[in-house]
């Protein structure tokens, strides 16, 4: 496999990665958030913000949200088909929402190491973008340790849900960056296409 297919590979990984980071870190713009995450990574990452890029950016946000949102409606279905588990029937939300959690914290570990060795003297290739990913996982850490405190001293409190619905809106925006940036290859090879009809 060449280089430039791995660097490739590394590149729309790391752009996926980070569209999920700003999505969850700005899970209290609310739904916006589902916007503002893609388009700053997007942004960070030195792409064009152009018609292209708005068009498949909106149609893998559509995709994410029914894809998201579908596995969160399952969760009802699979637990009258099959029955508790362990005499809880939130075992598969919990279980999955673990297996979420890992995979987020895995991706942002990843991120964050690329960052530190970014901003080594050697290299500095993305200052704003590795800024932007050592800051929001400082405001996410920070936000989790608040929300367990917060959870364990007053259990009757729903704060805990802010975790739940960062990590949705994480997968929602890995979802509309995969998506959206397939599309909007697809539109620029397009794009490149007629313009080379057009010049000859």
Do not use: C
């Amino acid at each position: 496999m060449s280089s430039d297919v791995v660097s490739g590979r590394r590149r729309t990984a790391a752009i996926i990665g980070d569209s999920a980071l700003f999505t969850a870190v700005t899970v209290v713009a609310g739904p916006l958030s589902l916007i503002i995450g893609p388009a700053a990574a997007w942004w960070l990452h030195g792409r064009r913000v152009n018609r292209a890029a708005a068009i498949a950016g909106a149609i893998g946000l559509l995709v994410g949200i029914v894809a998201v949102g579908g596995i969160f409606l399952m969760f009802p279905a699979i637990g009258a088909a099959v029955g508790p588990v362990g005499g809880s029937e939130f075992t598969y939300a919990i279980v999955l929402l673990a297996a979420a959690s890992i995979v987020f914290l895995a991706g942002v570990v990843a991120l964050d190491i690329d960052a530190v060795r970014d901003l080594a003297h050697t290299r500095r290739n993305h200052i704003r973008l590795d800024i932007a990913r050592l800051v929001s996982t400082l405001i996410v850490a920070l936000a989790v340790v608040a929300v367990t405190v917060i959870q364990a001293t007053n259990p009757a409190t729903e704060i805990g849900d802010a975790g739940v619905f960062a990590l949705f809106a994480g997968a929602v925006g890995a979802i509309t960056m995969w998506v959206g940036g397939m599309i909007h290859a697809r539109l620029e090879k397009s794009a490149d296409a007629v313009q080379a009809v057009r010049s000859t």
